[in-house]
């Protein structure tokens, strides 16, 4: 058995200049900026503690927003997405990019909210 649910809303930016990019989406979200980023490729909208993970992330493909799925058990859910119809496009670091029946692209990541364990569903493997 392992855990899964959606985890983050990630907008992709192609220009590269996640300053700007930081200052729109906060604005328009009514989120805060991250303080002290650990990659210059990502920046967290933080918002409050029970909402969706908001990330913005430089990318060198067109902009477009994709969703995150995070699991306790990578491999299994992967496995468990490409039974519904989903197709593996690629690894990257410890996640992996599946693409939809639907062509739509989202990834699966170890988990990210601290509130996983109590609020994620049980899939059987």
């Known amino acids: 058995m392992h855990k899964s649910r959606l985890a983050c809303l990630v907008i992709d930016c192609k220009d590269g200049d996640l300053e700007r990019h930081e200052t729109f989406w906060t ?8 303080e002290g ?4 490729k990502y920046r967290d909208l933080i ?14 493909h067109e902009p477009r927003v ?5 699991t306790d058990n990578v491999p299994a859910e992967v496995a468990r997405l490409k039974k519904l119809g ?9 996640w992996v990019v599946m693409q939809a029946p639907s ?4 990834c699966v990541v170890n988990p990210q909210r601290p509130d996983f364990e109590e ?3 049980v899939w059987p493997d």
């Open 66 to 70: 994709h969703i995150d799925i995070e």
């Open 119 to 121: 609020n994620a569903n």
């Open 103 to 106: 062509g739509h692209r989202f």
């Open 37 to 40: 980023a650990k990659d210059p």
């Open 47 to 60: 918002g409050p503690a029970g909402e969706m993970r908001v990330l913005l992330q430089s990318v060198e």
């Open 86 to 94: 989903a197709v593996e496009a690629g690894a990257c670091k410890t």
């Open 27 to 34: 604005s328009a979200l009514g989120r805060n900026r991250e």
